[in-house]
């Protein structure tokens, strides 16, 4: 079936440091893949996708490239701030499901 | 303004209690969604619905229903509430001429069943 594991946390880092959260999938066919964030209190926002194999999304300094040979979509970004501190969601859509599929999500404490 | 918008925003309420959850869009999207999370679980789909005379189940639907008013209103229902269907529920919307693409969620509602 249809899954997604993401790295279990809390990722604690200080401020400036290199962080990497990982992220597989299984799915039929070619799915898409996304990363959203939830900051405290708030509801879900999509931070980037991507649609097809090899392609690399990024937004906000974050980034993540859609592996198919390793069915990965690791999270990427070269120096946290405090403002990054959140919880991130790895999810996969199988292709023509109109579905998401979650992750159990990943907190990122950034400390000063 | 909020594109998708939920109430209540927090509920409390007590076992065997009828419970609706509400959620409006205005971002005329034709796919609409209920998930609800629970720590350590990450989102778990309940119901969706891909136009107004569309629904269909998600992974746990059972114990909750679900009606689409319209196109931009799609309202859960708790029957008979229980207290391990206390979590953070949230209303998404799909839409922009494609099944490969994102969703969009509103803020959440906290629901606690005593």
């Known amino acids: 079936g249809n899954s997604v594991t993401q790295m279990e946390g809390p990722v604690t880092l200080s401020e400036e440091a290199f962080l990497t959260i990982n992220c597989t999938y299984t799915?039929?066919?070619?799915?898409?893949l996304f990363w959203y964030v939830q900051y405290p209190g708030e509801g879900l926002q999509l931070l980037l996708k991507?649609?097809?194999?090899?392609d690399k999304g990024s937004n906000k300094g974050f980034e993540a490239t859609y592996r198919k040979e390793t069915t990965s979509f690791h999270l990427e970004k070269g120096s946290v701030q405090v403002s990054d501190s959140a919880v991130y969601f790895c999810?996969?859509?199988?292709?023509?499901?109109?579905?998401?599929?979650f992750g159990q999500g990943t907190t990122l404490q950034v400390k000063p | 303004d909020a594109d998708v918008t939920q109430t209540p925003r927090n509920r409390i309420t007590k076992t065997g209690k009828r419970i609706m959850l509400e959620c409006s869009q205005t971002?005329?999207?034709?796919?609409m969604y209920w998930y609800r999370q629970d720590p350590g679980l990450g989102l778990r789909l309940i119901y969706y619905?891909?136009?107004?005379?569309?629904?269909n189940k998600g992974e746990i639907s059972d114990g909750y229903s679900v009606s689409r008013q319209a196109q931009a209103k799609f309202s859960l229902s708790l029957e008979s509430a229980i207290p391990n269907q206390t979590a953070l529920y949230f209303c998404?919307?799909?839409?922009?001429?494609?099944?490969?693409?994102?969703?969009?969620f509103g803020p959440g509602t906290r629901l606690t069943v005593l």
């Open positions: 619905s891909f136009d107004v005379k569309d629904i």
């Open positions: 799915a039929t066919g070619y799915p898409s």
């Open positions: 999810a996969t859509q199988p292709s023509n499901t109109g579905k998401l599929i």
């Open positions: 991507a649609t097809k194999a090899d």
């Open positions: 998404a919307t799909g839409g922009g001429g494609g099944l490969r693409n994102e969703q969009f």
């Open positions: 971002k005329g999207h034709d796919r």
